[in-house]
Each structure stands twice: as C-alpha cells, then as structure tokens.
C-alpha cells in the first residue's frame, strides 16, 4: 500500500514570496490534515478536511495560509506572502476513521525555509 | 485548550539500557493516546492505546495507559543505537474531528 505523498521535499523561499505544498494520502483515505512542525516542538494542526470539506481550520493563520481538498483526495496548501516564522516543516497525514479510534499516518513532510 | 507534555525532553543512554518516557495529557473527549517515532521527518505510528492498563508491545518497545493518572509510558528496552530517535506522544480528542494534539517530544539519543 502506497503511503502518503507530498512535494516538494524541500523548498527555500524570501520571505514575502508564495509557496505551495502538494499531498496525495493514502487511497481510500477520507480525512486529510496539515500540520506544521517548527524545530523543537511537535506537530501543530493546520487544517482538517473530511473529504473535501474543512472540519477544523481554527488554528490555520487565514490572513496568509489557504489550503484546499477540491476532489476529495490530494489538496494543496499555500502561503502568501511567507514571513521568517514560516519556516517549518509541513506535514501531510491522512486517516481512516473507524468508529471508535483513529490513526493518523504521516507523508515525508516538506521543509520550509523563509530566508 | 487541549495540551499534551512530555519528559523528559531529551535523554541519553547507552546501549543495552532500558529507558521510560512520559507522557501526560489533559483534552477534551479523549478517545486515545497514540505514540510516534520521528527520525527524520515523517512520525512513523507505534502504538495506538485506548483501554487503561492494558500493555501493547512490540518487540522492544511496549506502552500502558492510565487513564485514572490521564498518562501513558512508553518503555524501550535493551535499547540500540537505532532507537535514536524524537519519540511524539499524542492526544486523540472528541467529538466528530478525532484531532491529535501532540507534545513537544522526547528526544532520545543511544551512543554504542
């Protein structure tokens, strides 16, 4: 079973620039998250999509960062303009929810930096 | 809000040691307590627990739930240089979204 993908790996950018990240989750996978991992702490969740609708974008800073599942499966989430604070990796994870518990698994992220 | 803490915060040991990580939480509808391994950048999934006191294993490496003590263990034993690794524990909350929300990690380092 493929795993979750995303792209690019990395990516370097000035800040003010745009960016967008790319994630394809596991087939068959309703729930797609975004999460960002500054240095040091642990995940932080950006955004939740059950299928393509948003469950939970409480913590996703809208003002610069969007993010968008359209079909359902891949999404995309973009920042404009970045700033230095940016700079993290971005993590893709997707699920299955059973009925009782859920696991999350998790794509090779994509590192970000803000120059 | 919703928080997760963990300790310590970085550990070294040597080979063949056996060491405890803790993990501690406080959220809202607690469904279940999940651990990841993080070497490089994508968290690889351990252990998912849901039931107090019941331990899951995997080979060396097992964990325990205590619901009543709103904590979970996570004990790697005779461990190897390979273990190296940022060890997450995180949090799986209620109602319909099954959120995680992550402690900072433990980050541990085995030297041969």
Not at chain 2, 41 to 55: D, H, R, V
Not at chain 2, 72 to 100: E, F, P, R, V
Request: hydrophobic content about 35%; aromatic content about 8%.
């Amino acid at each position: 079973e493929a795993g979750v993908a995303q792209s690019p790996r990395y990516k370097i950018i000035e800040k003010r620039q745009s960016v967008a990240f790319w994630c394809n989750p596991i087939s068959g996978h309703a729930t797609l998250y975004w999460y960002q991992q500054i240095l040091g702490q642990g995940p932080k969740l950006l955004i939740q999509f059950q299928n393509n609708g948003v469950v939970d974008d409480s913590q996703l800073p809208k003002d610069r960062f969007s993010a968008e599942r359209l079909k359902g499966v891949d999404s995309t989430l973009k920042i404009q303009p970045a700033k230095l604070e940016d700079s993290a990796v971005y993590l893709c994870a997707s699920s299955l929810i059973q009925i009782r518990t859920d696991t999350q698994y998790f794509g090779p992220g994509t590192r970000l930096t803000v120059l | 809000e919703d928080k997760v803490v963990q300790s310590p915060l970085s550990l070294v040991v040597h080979e063949g040691d056996t060491v405890t990580l803790n993990c501690s939480y406080e959220v809202t509808n607690f469904r279940s307590l999940l651990w990841y391994k993080q070497e490089k950048k994508a968290p690889t999934f351990l252990f998912m627990l849901t039931s107090s006191g019941i331990e899951k294993k995997s080979g060396r490496l097992s964990s325990i739930l205590d619901k009543k003590e709103l904590s979970s263990i996570l004990n790697i034993t005779a461990t190897q240089t390979g273990d190296s690794a940022i060890y997450l524990c995180a949090a799986n909350s209620g109602g319909s979204n099954y959120k995680l929300t992550f402690g900072k990690g433990t980050l541990l380092t085995v030297n041969p």
